[in-house]
């Protein structure tokens, strides 16, 4: 009897072990069977969000695609060489020109490589008028910075710009923060510009296509004005559209050409005129060569 109990006993601890022997194998493989399907459904979840990223990147790229359907000579990188000639071109001779910090900071970062013509890149930074499509220019740099500090914007401001060209000037007045009101008479300047500034990547510009002797009377008025081809004077339209305490910067003459401020004072809307210096610019076309007012010859500059 007590051999059996013995028997039963030993037989009991003998069932005890081999399902205790049987949970720690199945707690051993479990995890062998589990971790291929872990790694399965993690490699899946990758291959999902990579799918779903790259869906995404398609349709950005699309979108910057549009924006940048530009078969321009100049579209080229910003490279760390033309940054630093651009570094050299604002110590070495814009801040000797120019006191306002903003104007400076704007003319560092506007790439001027990207407005001028590919046979031209190696002068890009040049302090010298460039020429560029329909018998036009695009003024030296010294020039743009100048008018850009006589226009004395503040943020947020309203400038028009009288004469597109290039798009040069334009991106540097929105550097500085301003709304930029641009209208240009030639078509095929007026897109090229556009497309250029596009693709740098400004939207605080507004394009017309039309004579900048009549200014844009639909969005007047304008706390500054500036115009970068001359008259033989001053086109009246211009004067009117200045709002209030505002500032029209100016070539004015035919041959030879003075650069002037106008002001229009905030109380009772008097407008005072000064000379700034002697300048160089391409005539402005349309209404303004039915005639004009010749200015006495000073020394001559190469501007726009």
Known sequence: ??????????????????????????????????????????????????????????????????DATVSSPTDSADSAEMRSQRERLVDDVLSKVVSDARV?????????????????????????????DQDQTIS???????????????AGERVLEIGTGSGYQAAVLAEVGAEVYTVEIVPELAEKARETLGVLGYRNLRFRLGDGYDGWPDEAPFDAILVTAAPGEVPPPL???????????????????????????AADGTVTRRSVRPVRFVPMTGQAQSGGDRVPAPSEEEDR
């Open 104 to 132: 400076l900071d704007a003319m560092r970062r506007v790439p001027r490589h990207r407005f001028v013509p590919e046979n031209l890149l190696d002068r890009a930074y040049d302090d010298r008028a460039l020429p560029i």
């Open 239 to 265: 004067v009117e559209q200045l709002a209030p305490g505002g500032r029209l910067v100016i070539p004015v003459g035919e041959q030879w050409q003075e650069l002037l401020v106008l002001e229009k004072d």
């Open 1 to 66: 009897m007590a051999r059996q109990r013995s028997g039963i006993a030993k037989f009991r601890a003998g069932r005890r072990r081999l399902t205790t022997n049987r949970a720690v194998r199945s707690e051993r493989i479990v995890p062998r069977l589990a971790d291929p399907w872990r790694k399965t459904a993690t490699r899946a979840l990758a291959v999902l969000a990579i799918a779903v990223t790259a869906s995404v990147g398609i349709v950005a790229c699309s979108s910057d695609r549009r």
């Open 140 to 154: 030296q740099p010294s020039i743009v910075a100048r008018m850009t500090e006589l226009a004395d914007l503040e």
